[in-house]
Nanobody
Framework: QVQLVESGGGLVQPGGSLRLSCAAS????????MKWYRQAPGNQREWVAS???????TYTDSVKGRFTISRDNAVKIVYLQMNSLKPEDTAVYYC?????WGRGTQVTVSS
C-alpha cells in the first residue's frame, strides 16, 4: 500500500527557511515524478514544484529562486527546501506522487 507522509512544517518569520520532507512507502518510488502542492485558506490547491525520476526539476514562478525540490531514492523521500519565505507562502503543503496524496503539513509565515 502506497502512503506519503509529510513533515517539517511550522511557524517561521518572513525571510526564514523550512525544509519539508515527504516519506513514501510502497514500491516504485524511484520510477515516479513527485510533486509538491499547496493550498492557502480560501484558495484552490496549486502546484508548487516537481521532480522527475532522474531529478529534473520545475517550479511555479512565485517560488523560483527560493524553493528547491530534491529527492533521495535510496530512502524514498522527497524534500522541499524553502528559503526567503513570505507571508503569501502560508498554506498547507501536500506531497503527491505514486498516485496518492499525503495529508499535508502546515506552513505559516508570520512575524
Amino acid at each position: 500500500q502506497v502512503q506519503l507522509v509529510e513533515s517539517g512544517g511550522g511557524l517561521v518569520q518572513p525571510g526564514g527557511s523550512l525544509r519539508l520532507s515527504c516519506a513514501a512507502s510502497g514500491t516504485g518510488f524511484n520510477l515516479y515524478t513527485m510533486k509538491w502542492y499547496r493550498q492557502a485558506p480560501g484558495n484552490q490547491r496549486e502546484w508548487v514544484a516537481s521532480i522527475t525520476p532522474d531529478s529534473r526539476t520545475t517550479y511555479t514562478d512565485s517560488v523560483k529562486g527560493r524553493f528547491t525540490i530534491s529527492r533521495d531514492n535510496a530512502v524514498k523521500i522527497v524534500y522541499l527546501q524553502m528559503n526567503s519565505l513570505k507571508p503569501e507562502d502560508t498554506a498547507v503543503y501536500y506531497c503527491f506522487g505514486m498516485g496518492v496524496w499525503g495529508r499535508g503539513t502546515q506552513v505559516t509565515v508570520s512575524s
